[in-house]
């Protein structure tokens, strides 16, 4: 790689070009040779992703009047993912820490009841990726996400706190 600080040059030396036209390949071989960069243009992002951008930069330019309704969006959805989302962890958690239960109604069933908590895990992953894409339409709808995820983990505590409550073996 050659450079003069204006222009780039790709040299090569003793090589072999091939072309091929229709059925035949042509086959022309060099001592030296050299590339002109100067016709190509990079194709650098100048401008960084939603997600790569800091959560203030995200609030300012959610309150902008020029930006489309699908900006908003996307940047509405990357502050609730940032901001709400790790919440769900909770959820996960609590729901985790019922393999921990275990009293003689379900000490026959163990294995059944870990499947159930683990497709129960994953069926709520599922619905917490929904209601992210439903939570950037708005922010009553973000409200909504918010409350539901509050309540999960309300009730799950809840739920988690009768079930220890009763004899544990």
Not at 50 to 60: A, M, P
């Given at each position: 790689m050659i450079?003069?600080?204006?222009?780039s040059?790709?040299?090569?030396?003793?090589?072999?070009?091939?072309?091929?036209?229709?059925?035949?390949i042509n086959s022309v071989k060099f001592e030296s040779t050299i590339f002109n960069f100067n016709q190509y243009e990079t194709q650098n992002i100048n401008d960084p992703k939603i997600s790569e951008k800091n959560i203030l930069w995200l609030i300012e330019d959610l309150q902008d009047k020029k930006i489309s309704l699908k900006r908003k969006k996307e940047i509405r959805q990357e502050i609730n993912k940032r901001l709400i989302k790790p919440f769900f962890i909770f959820i996960l958690c609590l729901l985790g820490s019922l393999c921990?239960?275990?009293n003689k109604t379900n000490l026959d069933k163990p294995k059944f009841f870990k499947i159930k908590i683990f497709i129960l895990g994953f069926v709520l992953l599922i619905i917490n990726e929904i209601m992210l894409g439903f939570s950037?339409?708005?922010l009553i709808e973000t409200g909504i996400y918010i409350f539901i995820i509050?309540?999960?983990v309300v009730l799950e505590y809840l739920i988690i706190q009768n079930l220890f409550n009763k004899k544990i073996i």
């Amino acid at each position: 790689m050659i450079s003069d600080g204006k222009s780039s040059y790709l040299e090569l030396i003793n090589g072999e070009t091939f072309e091929k036209n229709n059925r035949n390949i042509n086959s022309v071989k060099f001592e030296s040779t050299i590339f002109n960069f100067n016709q190509y243009e990079t194709q650098n992002i100048n401008d960084p992703k939603i997600s790569e951008k800091n959560i203030l930069w995200l609030i300012e330019d959610l309150q902008d009047k020029k930006i489309s309704l699908k900006r908003k969006k996307e940047i509405r959805q990357e502050i609730n993912k940032r901001l709400i989302k790790p919440f769900f962890i909770f959820i996960l958690c609590l729901l985790g820490s019922l393999c921990l239960y275990k009293n003689k109604t379900n000490l026959d069933k163990p294995k059944f009841f870990k499947i159930k908590i683990f497709i129960l895990g994953f069926v709520l992953l599922i619905i917490n990726e929904i209601m992210l894409g439903f939570s950037s339409a708005g922010l009553i709808e973000t409200g909504i996400y918010i409350f539901i995820i509050i309540f999960a983990v309300v009730l799950e505590y809840l739920i988690i706190q009768n079930l220890f409550n009763k004899k544990i073996i």
